[in-house]
């Protein structure tokens, strides 16, 4: 999809991340190299602080979205980086886990135009939480009442207003196990994609779903998302199904395949003590892969830093 660019006008066709930028009234700026994104922000917004945006999707249910997306951003708290945990699935799991219910939920940011600073709950040190519930369902009805041009969108404008990604270093959101217009709102804002994968033969239909989808958003939506990384989930190393699922996911995306999170009964049972994994099992199989997990984000972070203001990062 061809773009002009916002400082020099030249036409061009946006491949990496760093040539789209939002600012904070919601206006989306396209940039063909790094010189004009340095002309169009200045060095101050060009070098400004951006939170990462991870979106944790997979359509098909019972992959442990919801297990990563908390540990993941409890692990980045526990470290004292600024996390926000958006959950944007109507069963409202996230909540459930930390023992938490918000006054307001992600509906009230999306429908009432709530502030997200407003309905963000803290819930652990460096960590808040925007939680959901069943009224997600009659957001779902009223985002489809929208412009078809912008209801993909609202969540970005929502967040973008407030300037989110200054407030945080990380921009965690769990996705619901479908294609809705609830998660094309969260891939129109988020960067990037981690998918869990279980090991097993249905889950790898699963991945070619997700590649469709954020194919499908880049051309409809002309908004980049990169897959970051697909963390096997549920590994039994003992099944030769588990191995021979794991070495396929190897052999397909190389150095993006993360190492497995291992069957572990600590894992499942500290939603419900709504405790994270780091404070129910610390020194679990659980705690130590997960711990894994934040440890790759936060490397990958700091060669993200690096590439953004060196040479450009292919999205996708």
């Known amino acids: ?9 030249q036409v061009f066709s946006p491949a990496f991340v760093f040539q789209i930028a939002v600012t904070s009234d919601g206006q ?6 790094l010189e004009c994104r340095k002309v169009g922000l200045g060095e101050e917004g060009f070098r400004a602080k951006r ?3 991870i979106a944790i999707l997979n359509q098909k249910g019972g992959t442990g979205k919801t297990t990563t997306a908390v540990n993941l951003a409890a692990g980045l708290a526990e470290r004292e980086h600024q996390a926000l945990l958006i959950d944007t699935d109507a069963q409202g799991n996230v909540g459930v886990s930390l023992g938490v219910a918000g006054e307001k939920s992600l509906y009230h940011v999306l429908v009432e135009n709530a502030e997200p600073t ?7 040190s460096h960590l808040d939480v925007i939680t959901s519930d069943a009224t997600l369902a009659a957001a779902e009805i009223w985002l489809a009442r929208q412009n078809n041009d912008q209801r993909s969108r609202v969540l970005t404008k929502r967040l973008n207003l407030l300037q989110i990604s200054r407030r945080y270093d990380y ?3 769990d996705c619901g196990p479908s294609l809705n217009l609830l998660n094309q709102n969260a891939l129109s804002y ?19 779903q997700v590649l469709r989808t954020i194919k499908d958003v880049e051309r409809h939506l002309g908004h980049a998302v990169r897959i970051s990384a697909v963390l096997p989930t549920f590994y039994d190393g003992r ?3 588990a191995r021979e699922v794991l070495e396929t996911l190897q052999g397909h995306f190389k ?3 993360l190492e497995p999170v291992r069957l572990n009964t600590r894992l499942a049972e500290a939603p419900s003590h709504k405790k994270t994994i780091f404070e129910y099992a610390p020194v679990s199989h659980g705690a130590a892969d997960y711990n894994r997990v934040v440890d790759w984000v936060l490397t990958t972070n700091a060669q993200a830093e690096t590439t953004l203001h060196s040479e450009p990062q292919v999205a996708v």
């Open 1 to 9: 999809m061809e773009k002009t660019c916002s400082a020099c006008g």
């Open 28 to 33: 989306r700026n396209h940039f063909c190299s």
């Open 51 to 53: 939170a990462r945006r």
């Open 118 to 124: 407003d309905v963000a709950v803290p819930v652990r």
């Open 171 to 173: 921009v965690i959101i």
């Open 190 to 208: 988020v960067d990037e994609v981690i998918i869990p994968v279980t090991c097993d033969y249905l889950a790898l239909v699963g991945v070619k």
């Open 239 to 241: 099944t030769r199904l």
């Open 255 to 257: 150095t993006k395949c």
